[in-house]
């Protein structure tokens, strides 16, 4: 076995000269005030061991990484009829693109671009008594982590400055593939981008994706061994944005990314890794992540392929 | 002169078989409710004379027809610095798409695509105290007619199915290019596709155009000789939607189309013409009214061409 | 009558500050090596009479203004049917644009875009004996000029460098809409673009279409009057690339231009008018030329609308 | 270890019923002509034994499973530089789109669209002395076979029907990304789709990737085992056209299809796995190769994820 905490500590190094580059996104003022300076790996392995190095413990906005949590709770919800509302290609667009949405008649290629989480958003708003707080404890049972919780004020300034996502979810509404109000949608997809998690919470809350489905705390099944193996199959091909095909070339595992510089990565059948940066590539991938991941798949000389 | 009365008459027999063709726009009851026999057309020339055949005392909704009034309005205010905000080139999209906007980065391709309405609505809203007042004060003016107003049935109905509008509206408030509230542009936009007038206040409200943005009959400058050119033109550029070029070549004259089933067309120091039947082809263009207009054009010998 | 000549002579002045503006084509050696200073303009009104400025006798290579004749020619040959194979519409995309015809399959959106003059190439192309011949000398009837010829240097070079225009005739061809070889149509296009001429050539050789499709000089009919309405709307709609919104609202007649710096433009029933400047906008027309028909328009107070 | 012959036995059985579906490529007679009845499936373990099933020895045209061939010569001749001329995205459109070619100005997104391929067939070209026999060497080389050869039948027929592909490589050229002529390009691209490989030769040529880059046979290094879990990442991400995402989904292994009904799977430390059937689905994979790999991966368990 490779020993993690060194090269958790090397990488740590390795990848501090990257930390004056790129971007941190700053579209609404919580993101925007968290310093460049901040990195965190964390690595939880099957069997429950816990690596880490830096900022791992410090909470930060895991925004599109909640898309990963609100799919599997709508494939828990409605299983493969998801499908027949969202699909599973890669997007080759921007994220946050409308092009590709009006030539496919209101379609989301897939569950990670905007469009297709507020679809998932929809699906999840379908299961009463109360989404939200299902999300939660969902979040806070696989991460282990009762204290867990969302950021009102990140939550607020996304619906403030949404308007984007707003016109994704209208359109959307406009081709009939919403049921639930455009404000209702909006309201619960901007919650679970809120939601604050730590490196170590979020490795611990993927292990569950390297376990087929089963909750290594719990001991809960959170999906079905296939359905684990087909989320991990999207998150490899559509997880990093319109980054995929190249995180999937130079990281070789499925990884989720979010703005707020959070990755996280499944290595079926051996460990979850979770890495956070604020500083963005021009992809919105975080940047000293996104090489702190393909460092650790090279010097662990793990990879799916 | 051509005998204007008896053309019309004619147009109105050889056009009845067209009636029962094309599909009346059903997205909200007021319109769908209307029966597609109904036809109307009048034609106002210079020195004031009216003819008028079938139903065009009729009131209809003018839908976009309206957007020649807000652009009037828009340059009356603002004049040439419009055009940092919209562009004047056709669009070669349908109305309501999305894709080009997302290329071009927020900036509508023309006025009378709803992109370019909405932020023309914007730009109008700018002018206090009370820009509906305005709005309707200019269009009574033209038209001659004090008893003119809204239906306030067809703009709630549109506020409640306007979800392709309001994706549009939020995607240009994204790129910075509303001032105003998504709310107060989408609410102005529909108050005034929801105004109702005849073919005989239509082609009394768009003589000004053919008189060089003199109104007839009040005799106010609506618009400066210059102005005035550059409306006709984008009519005849942008005023039907996708089927401008097939106009330009068929009917030859500058017209404005609304998916109530009203078009207008100006013959610069001439005439204005308008004509209502409420089926629509696959355009979004009246059927019978296009082909009306272009029977109109071929038996007068009138085109600028 | 307006003072033509003065006219003309005034414009030569005010455009002068221009001429260092823009972008010589450079893609093939003859254009790039012709002098940006060069500036000639040229009007013939109905009545036959001739005003001309500058260098409006000296021949250039008038490129896309052919796309009028071969238009003229496909009219004549097989009338309406033409439009079962291209469209009218304005296009909202650059003349070489592969992307919505594409979308359209195959259907290229005018005949003014090259893949739609591909497809006019290809119609023309299957009028024996000799469609080269039969183009240059209506081209020659049409100017009143037996000399005019054309540049095979010109047309050479466009071959060894038209990339995009083989990958449209290719991409035309897959979908079936070629029934020539793509080398034959290829070899009629770039033929067609390298007929060289005057401003006073093609101001003549224009004036047929202010004309009712009539020629003055040799008194026989090129088109019929209606088709002539119809290609002066195309030329408005759809004449000067992507900029056919602007000179429409700017210039307010129908004009066809060249990336050789030549653009005619044509108001029924008075005038044609050329003029030549080889320096290029933004969206490959003529700059000072452009300049020069807003002056010319704005100075007559000539406008069609 | 599974028992790999009853497992192919029983999906032969298990996919006949899905042998009338789906639709054969007819393009080119050659395609066109294979009886839809045949069906062959071959695996090859690490340790070199062979299972195989069906029509499994029988050669057909493997069409675009040679991108994978000229990808390796090509990083095998430049290395990582190949990336600054191709990207490695998933594309989001046909295999044979000039859409998104043009948004992102020649740079084709992946090197298994046939721009790519074309672009890779460009880099291929620029090793002497012979790059056509250079392929075919390493084919046999990995396949183990020296008989295996090219079918000049299919090769000229492509030429004769490559419309598409022409209009793609003088598309590419025109944005300087092509070094040699379009016409050896094309021939080149049209020859290696030729290769006349059956299901044997292709789980045997492409146990190498499954081996990190070390040919069993012959024990020689074919590519760097980071070269070959990179292009295992390229095949799971756009190896399957526009179904790369459902193949990921539903299959879990990284796959290369062609139109000749062939599909080729690589199970990296483990196996690589042909079937052939050459009735297609809509988007241009064996209809029953796509549901064999599926019940393959599902019953033996195996996948990445």
């Excluded at 946050?96 to 990670?112: A, D, K």
């Excluded at 021009?282 to 798949?297: D, I, P, Q, R, V």
Aim: include cysteine; aromatic fraction near 8%.
């Amino acid at each position: 076995m490779p020993d993690y905490q060194a090269i958790l500590d090397e990488i740590r190094e390795e990848t501090r000269p990257l930390l004056c580059q790129g971007h941190v996104a700053d579209y609404i003022p919580r993101l925007a005030g968290v310093p460049r300076e901040k990195f965190g790996m964390a690595v939880v392995t099957l069997d429950g061991r816990l690596y880490q190095t830096g900022d791992a413990d410090e909470a930060f906005s895991i925004q599109s990484i909640s898309k990963v949590y609100t799919l599997t709770q709508a494939l828990q919800s409605i299983g493969d009829r998801l499908w027949q509302r969202v699909g599973r290609e890669p997007s080759g667009n921007a994220f946050n693109s409308l092009v590709q949405l009006e030539l496919e008649n209101g379609l989301p290629r897939n569950p990670f671009i905007n469009a297709g989480a507020l679809v998932v958003a929809d699906v999840v708003l379908g299961s009463p008594p109360d989404p939200r707080a299902q999300l939660l404890a969902t979040v806070r049972r696989c991460s282990d982590n009762a204290a867990l919780r969302d950021d009102p004020e990140v939550a607020s300034s996304e619906q403030a400055n949404g308007f984007r996502n707003a016109a994704l979810a209208n359109f959307i509404r406009s081709f009939g593939n919403l049921d639930h109000s455009v404000h209702d949608v909006l309201g619960f997809y901007f919650y679970q981008c809120s939601l604050a998690m730590s490196c170590v919470d979020l490795a611990r809350g993927f292990l569950f994706l390297a376990n087929q489905g089963r909750c290594p705390w719990s001991g809960g099944n959170i999906l079905l061994p296939d359905q684990t193996r087909r989320i991990n199959a999207l998150m490899l091909t559509c997880g990093t944005y319109d980054a995929a095909g190249d995180f999937a070339y130079h990281v070789g595992i499925p990884c989720k990314s979010g703005v707020g510089g959070g990755i996280v990565g499944v290595i079926p059948k051996q460990l979850a890794v979770a890495v956070w940066s604020p500083a963005l590539d021009a992809k919105g991938n975080s940047l000293a992540g996104s090489a702190a991941l393909e460092l650790f798949t090279s010097k662990t000389g793990l990879s799916i392929f």
